[in-house]
């Protein structure tokens, strides 16, 4: 990992598996991190530059190449599995975000306002907190689902975060604040199918309740 701003890391999927294969995290990190995956190097500098300027509280952004092309829910596993125990909060957005002025100082007070919360989906335009595209996730809650990783490692590049809400949902731990704003810049991603093979994971995870945790198929079909 390099690094000129200690609050901007930038690595990528190779460094990040040879650091996991080593068993060897980044050092240095506060009680907040915010995974950021990216392809484009000068999209992703602007979009990192912006979140802690508008921040309005202390963290430190891992910006995560995908140089292996194992998409996104790939390299946020890694990263998550590499953070060490005094990271209480995981933010995961995107390169195409464009955060709202203090977005993160928000959503940490709206966790701290309900501390049975452990997923806040931030307002991304679309969602309007029904879906965390983009989410901030306590470590505690997190920890019991997926064995130290943020999403399931069934999926690729869709129905991650969707999975993680509709468990969230499920257990009544599902925080929004509407000025908690990262708002998706992608004009043509409706126009886009989504991954045809994390579709077809989703629907068959969703059969068998994801494992176990989700009852109310109502919750599922919102997003089906």
């Known amino acids: 990992m390099s690094t000129r701003d200690p609050s901007l890391i930038w690595s990528s999927g190779s460094r990040l598996a040879e650091m996991n294969a080593a068993g060897r995290g980044p050092q240095g990190l506060g009680s907040v991190v915010v995974l950021m995956p990216w392809l484009k190097h000068r999209v992703a500098q602007q979009a990192a530059k912006t979140m802690l300027a508008r921040a309005g509280a ?6 995560l190449q995908d140089d292996m092309g194992t998409g996104p829910v790939t390299l946020l596993n890694q990263a998550t599995r590499l953070l060490g125990p005094q990271v209480e909060f995981i933010a995961y957005v995107a390169e195409d975000a464009f955060p709202g002025r203090y977005w993160l100082r928000i959503a940490l007070a709206e966790m701290a306002r309900h501390p049975g919360a452990g ?16 989410g901030l996730v306590r470590r ?46 992608d004009p043509g991603k409706d126009a886009r199918p989504v991954h045809e093979p994390d579709r ?16 109310d198929t109502e919750l599922t079909k919102r997003f089906s």
Not at 58 to 63: F, K, N, V
Not at 119 to 134: E, I, M, P
Not at 168 to 179: K, N, S, T, V
């Open 140 to 185: 505690r809650w997190l920890a019991p689902l997926y064995g130290g990783l943020l999403f399931h490692p069934g999926y690729e590049r869709h129905y991650g975060a969707t999975e993680l809400t509709i468990v969230a949902l499920q257990q009544r731990a599902l925080a929004y604040h509407p000025h908690a704003v990262l708002v998706e810049v």
């Open 58 to 63: 202390a963290a430190t952004i891992l910006a």
């Open 119 to 134: 997923l806040l989906a931030f307002n991304d335009g679309k969602w309007f907190g029904q879906l965390a595209g983009f």
């Open 200 to 215: 077809r994971c989703f629907a068959s995870r969703a059969q068998g309740g994801f494992d176990g945790r989700v009852i």
